[in-house]
């Protein structure tokens, strides 16, 4: 039993100083952490898109929706190197995406914010007012999404140290008490 909780307690620790490593990664070397994922996911595209490309070709005179598994298969590659070659583009593509989401869904809070004016509502202006800072925060997403990329990376980076230094912190602790924890097992296997 005391040789379980030492393999938990080793693994549990080396993962989460893994994870610490990780997360300064992300705090000091942002950048380089999304060129390190662009790659990755460039990668794994091209794998996943060569399967389809090599099914067609085995297949294509057994199978008519082969095609379609080849045109899937080419538009994950294509992708997988526009990554690849672009390391930044994955990094660009969320904040852009989140903040067109960010704009429409602000234009539609401020249309129902004048229609609860028109109705002479008198909370009518937070509503109007949220959608404006929403409407803001969306186009300052579009306008430079490298920055905010960073800055998020930034921030998972920090909550990940957080998370490990408390982990390794629980897991010593755990460790510490587990002379307890096999003194109360020993007793109550005793007491039956």
Same mark, same amino acid.
Not at 138 to 144: F, K, M, R, T, V
């Given at each position: 039993?005391?040789?379980?909780?030492?393999?938990?307690?080793?693994?549990?620790?080396?993962?989460? @100083?893994?994870? +610490?490593?990780?997360?300064?990664?992300? &705090?000091?070397?942002?950048?380089?952490?999304?060129?390190?994922?662009?790659?990755?996911?460039?990668?794994?595209?091209? @794998?996943?898109?060569?399967?389809?490309?090599?099914? /067609?070709?085995?297949?294509?005179?057994?199978?008519?929706?082969?095609?379609?598994?080849?045109? /899937?298969?080419?538009?994950?590659?294509?992708?997988?190197?526009?990554?690849?070659?672009?390391?930044? +583009?994955?990094?660009?593509?969320?904040?852009?995406?989140?903040? &067109?989401?960010?704009?429409?869904?602000?234009?539609?809070?401020?249309?129902?914010?004048?229609?609860?004016?028109?109705? *002479?509502?008198?909370?009518? /202006?937070?509503?109007?007012?949220?959608?404006?800072?929403?409407?803001?925060?969306?186009? +300052?997403?579009?306008?430079?999404? +490298?920055?905010?990329?960073?800055?998020?990376? *930034?921030?998972?980076?920090?909550?990940?140290? @957080? /998370?490990?230094?408390?982990?390794?912190?629980?897991?010593?602790?755990?460790?510490?008490?587990?002379?307890?924890? *096999?003194?109360?097992?020993?007793?109550?296997?005793?007491?039956?």
């Amino acid at each position: 039993m005391q040789d379980v909780f030492k393999k938990i307690f080793r693994m549990s620790v080396i993962s989460s @100083i893994l994870f +610490l490593i990780f997360g300064l990664l992300l &705090v000091f070397q942002t950048d380089n952490v999304i060129k390190t994922v662009s790659i990755v996911v460039g990668g794994l595209l091209l @794998i996943i898109g060569a399967f389809p490309i090599v099914n /067609y070709f085995r297949n294509r005179n057994q199978n008519f929706f082969s095609s379609a598994g080849l045109l /899937y298969g080419v538009f994950s590659v294509v992708a997988g190197i526009i990554i690849m070659v672009n390391k930044n +583009l994955l990094a660009i593509i969320v904040p852009v995406l989140t903040g &067109v989401w960010m704009i429409i869904n602000s234009v539609n809070k401020i249309q129902i914010s004048m229609e609860l004016r028109d109705r *002479k509502l008198s909370s009518w /202006y937070i509503s109007f007012i949220l959608a404006i800072v929403i409407l803001i925060g969306g186009a +300052l997403l579009i306008i430079n999404p +490298l920055v905010w990329a960073i800055a998020l990376g *930034k921030v998972v980076g920090i909550i990940i140290i @957080i /998370y490990s230094i408390l982990d390794i912190s629980d897991s010593i602790f755990i460790r510490k008490n587990l002379k307890k924890v *096999k003194t109360d097992i020993v007793d109550i296997t005793e007491v039956k």
